[in-house]
């Protein structure tokens, strides 16, 4: 007798739908699962076998075989085990479901009691697009399950709870569904604290509204990092939408947990740079997130660019561009989200000294072209805005600057510019998001402002992509003005952002 069980499997943020049979014949007593099951998999029979026996029910004295479909699919991890139960005491005639279609997920223990497992909230997603009502998770997974809207969630403890309800002796409880809840930006860290730098505030404000990637070389001490990290707290809130997509992508890397079930606020993801190609991208033998789609949404900090390896700068090529990291492994081939804004910061030099104007550099020629060119072309190219931070003058950090507005004041100009991208009728999108033709409609040029930008492709050496770029910065620098159409001065300040540092010194 062979019955059908539902779980599933997650291929990056999508979700395949496994069906799990058992048969049982007169052999000797044994366990077969097949259907491309790993290591992990593998190992359920003994867990299987020891958790029924260990929840009151007999196990079958006969052999078993499971199987995982389709068998093309590696199945990995050990969100099987529940599942794999279930099908076995239907198969004996323990339970019966009546061709309920209902799904399990969970990990058992020796004793029967259900453990969490990771991309709970990507699989409760994924069921209910295949057209699920009902998923039993582990009761510690529950909280992020609940997320999904229209599907009724059953928290379990262990294997006998899950024998109970579905015999009818003892209901299982549906928990309620979580309400979502904005959480306000907590970092420390103020544009009001940070003394002078009032073109590098600027130039943060534009990357924040507009989504731009941006670029602060420096002299140490000139506050490169201090304004890096206050750039979350002008960043605007994150909306349902995001806060889910952001929280499916820590559910699938392990992240969550039963406190701290969603991500609901703006996150600075910041890899030290000894951090490998597979941390940053995403990697291992079966693909995981990397540090790039753990900042989707949000914002990827590489303090100190130019003492990451090559390799690593080289692989950000992609999702630079694309706003997606595709990870190829023998055992498979997955799509990651990555649409970060990129925050860069490095010294000038090896020494740092090269723009100080109170302090000698000292490296050579050489030294300061090597270390430069750590940080290849392509790379550079992607980056909107370029930023020369300078020494803090002494009377900014004497003195009380009365100019400098704090976080607070920026974000509300950040918020209202970015409503006025979204709220665009064939745009949507933040502009450095904006398609060719949504460029063509809002980035429209007048007779000067295009002559001023043609003399710029000669004499800067824009390519077709820095062409665009400043276009989409100009029209960033419009919206914050609230004006409708990108005027002389937008394009200039544009431009005087993309003036490739590296390379000029």
């Given at each position: 007798m062979s019955e059908k069980i539902y779980t599933i499997a997650t291929l990056g943020l999508k979700g395949v739908l496994v069906e799990?049979?058992?048969?049982?014949?007169?052999?000797?007593?044994?366990?077969?699962?097949?259907?491309?099951?790993?290591?992990?998999?593998?190992?359920?029979?003994?867990?299987?076998?020891?958790?029924?026996?260990?929840?009151?029910?007999?196990?079958?004295?006969?052999?078993v075989v499971i199987n995982l479909a389709p068998a093309q699919i590696r199945k990995e991890g050990g969100s099987y085990d529940l599942p794999m139960a279930i099908a076995v005491l239907q198969a004996s005639g323990e339970i019966d479901l009546a061709g309920e279609r209902v799904a399990f997920i969970g990990e058992?223990?020796?004793?029967?009691?259900?453990?969490?497992?990771?991309?709970?909230?990507?699989?409760?997603?994924?069921?209910?697009?295949?057209?699920?009502?009902?998923?039993?998770?582990?009761?510690g997974n529950v909280r992020e399950a609940s997320l999904i809207q229209g599907i009724d969630v059953y928290p379990v403890k262990n294997l006998r709870q899950v024998i109970d309800h579905l015999k009818n002796f003892s209901l299982l409880e549906i928990y309620p569904p979580a309400a979502w809840e904005e959480k306000k930006i907590v970092t420390g860290f103020d544009l009001a604290d940070i003394r002078g730098q009032l073109v590098t505030k600027r130039a943060l404000e534009i990357?924040?509204?507009?989504?731009?990637?941006?670029?602060?070389?420096?002299?140490?001490?000139?506050?490169?990092?201090?304004?890096?990290?206050?750039?979350?707290?002008?960043?605007?809130?994150?909306?349902?939408?995001?806060?889910?997509?952001?929280?499916?992508?820590?559910?699938?890397?392990?992240?969550?947990?039963?406190?701290?079930?969603?991500?609901?606020?703006?996150?600075?993801?910041?890899?030290?740079?000894?951090?490998?190609?597979?941390?940053?991208?995403?990697?291992?033998?079966?693909?995981?997130?990397?540090?790039?789609?753990?900042?989707?949404?949000?914002?990827?900090?590489?303090?100190?660019?130019?003492?990451?390896?090559?390799?690593?700068?080289?692989?950000?090529?992609?999702p630079l561009e694309d706003g997606v990291i595709t990870v190829s492994r023998v055992k498979g081939s997955l799509d990651f989200p990555a649409n970060f804004i990129l925050l860069a910061t490095a010294n000038p030099c090896p020494c740092g000294y090269l723009t100080d104007p109170d302090k000698e550099c000292h490296c050579s020629q050489n030294d300061i072209k090597r270390y430069q060119k750590r940080l290849s072309g392509p790379v550079l190219d992607r980056i909107d805005l370029h930023v020369l931070v300078d020494k803090v003058k002494s009377q900014d950090l004497q003195g009380i600057d009365l100019i400098s507005e704090n976080s607070a004041i920026v974000q509300q100009r950040v918020i209202l510019a970015r409503s006025?991208?979204?709220?665009?009728?064939?745009?949507?999108?933040?502009?450095?998001?904006?398609?060719?033709?949504?460029?063509?409609?809002?980035?429209?040029?007048?007779?000067?402002?295009?002559?001023?930008?043609?003399?710029?492709?000669?004499?800067?050496?824009?390519?077709?992509?820095?062409?665009?770029?400043?276009?989409?910065?100009?029209?960033?620098i419009a919206d914050l003005a609230d004006s409708p159409s990108i005027r002389k001065d937008h394009i200039l300040e544009a431009l005087q952002y993309r003036n490739k540092i590296l390379g000029a010194l």
């Amino acid at each position: 007798m062979s019955e059908k069980i539902y779980t599933i499997a997650t291929l990056g943020l999508k979700g395949v739908l496994v069906e799990v049979e058992a048969n049982l014949s007169r052999h000797l007593p044994k366990i077969i699962i097949v259907g491309l099951p790993d290591a992990a998999v593998q190992e359920a029979k003994e867990r299987v076998w020891a958790a029924i026996d260990n929840s009151g029910t007999r196990f079958p004295r006969q052999k078993v075989v499971i199987n995982l479909a389709p068998a093309q699919i590696r199945k990995e991890g050990g969100s099987y085990d529940l599942p794999m139960a279930i099908a076995v005491l239907q198969a004996s005639g323990e339970i019966d479901l009546a061709g309920e279609r209902v799904a399990f997920i969970g990990e058992l223990s020796l004793s029967g009691e259900i453990k969490s497992v990771p991309g709970v909230l990507v699989m409760a997603s994924s069921l209910k697009e295949h057209g699920f009502s009902k998923v039993f998770v582990p009761a510690g997974n529950v909280r992020e399950a609940s997320l999904i809207q229209g599907i009724d969630v059953y928290p379990v403890k262990n294997l006998r709870q899950v024998i109970d309800h579905l015999k009818n002796f003892s209901l299982l409880e549906i928990y309620p569904p979580a309400a979502w809840e904005e959480k306000k930006i907590v970092t420390g860290f103020d544009l009001a604290d940070i003394r002078g730098q009032l073109v590098t505030k600027r130039a943060l404000e534009i990357a924040a509204a507009g989504g731009h990637n941006i670029f602060l070389v420096g002299p140490p001490g000139a506050g490169k990092t201090m304004l890096a990290k206050s750039f979350l707290s002008i960043l605007p809130p994150l909306n349902a939408a995001e806060a889910l997509e952001i929280s499916k992508v820590y559910s699938l890397a392990g992240l969550l947990s039963e406190e701290n079930y969603f991500i609901n606020q703006r996150i600075l993801r910041s890899p030290h740079h000894s951090a490998s190609v597979s941390a940053i991208i995403g990697g291992g033998s079966w693909p995981k997130p990397g540090e790039i789609s753990l900042a989707h949404r949000n914002v990827l900090f590489l303090d100190e660019i130019l003492e990451f390896p090559r390799r690593v700068l080289e692989a950000l090529r992609q999702p630079l561009e694309d706003g997606v990291i595709t990870v190829s492994r023998v055992k498979g081939s997955l799509d990651f989200p990555a649409n970060f804004i990129l925050l860069a910061t490095a010294n000038p030099c090896p020494c740092g000294y090269l723009t100080d104007p109170d302090k000698e550099c000292h490296c050579s020629q050489n030294d300061i072209k090597r270390y430069q060119k750590r940080l290849s072309g392509p790379v550079l190219d992607r980056i909107d805005l370029h930023v020369l931070v300078d020494k803090v003058k002494s009377q900014d950090l004497q003195g009380i600057d009365l100019i400098s507005e704090n976080s607070a004041i920026v974000q509300q100009r950040v918020i209202l510019a970015r409503s006025r991208q979204i709220e665009r009728p064939s745009q949507r999108c933040l502009n450095s998001e904006m398609a060719i033709a949504a460029i063509k409609k809002y980035c429209r040029l007048d007779d000067v402002s295009q002559q001023i930008l043609n003399q710029a492709i000669d004499s800067l050496g824009l390519t077709a992509r820095g062409y665009f770029k400043v276009l989409k910065v100009a029209r960033t620098i419009a919206d914050l003005a609230d004006s409708p159409s990108i005027r002389k001065d937008h394009i200039l300040e544009a431009l005087q952002y993309r003036n490739k540092i590296l390379g000029a010194l």
